[in-house]
């Protein structure tokens, strides 16, 4: 197949195709002049504004050093 009849085959395919939803027909060059369409698995599409991510609460902050047994100990 020539790489013109490659990409024309592989837009119909995504135009046309009933699994149009689930794959993606690509042209891909096989060697010199030789040209094949392949399927890919399409993935699913994403908004990154409609994505909720869970928050996470602060750890608590750690207790003073003058609080414990060695808590008297002076600072330098």
């Keep these: 197949m020539e790489q013109r009849q490659a990409h024309a085959h592989a837009a ?20 010199p002049g030789k040209w094949a369409v392949v399927r890919m698995a399409r993935r699913p599409v994403v908004d990154p504004l409609k994505g909720a991510t869970a928050a996470v609460p602060k750890p608590p902050y750690p207790e003073p050093p003058t609080f414990g047994p060695m ?6």
Aim: aromatic share 16%; no cysteine; net charge negative.
């Design 12 to 31: 119909w395919l995504n135009q046309e195709h009933p699994d149009r939803e689930h794959f993606e027909w690509v042209a891909m060059g096989q060697a």
């Design 71 to 76: 808590g008297d100990l002076p600072f330098h």
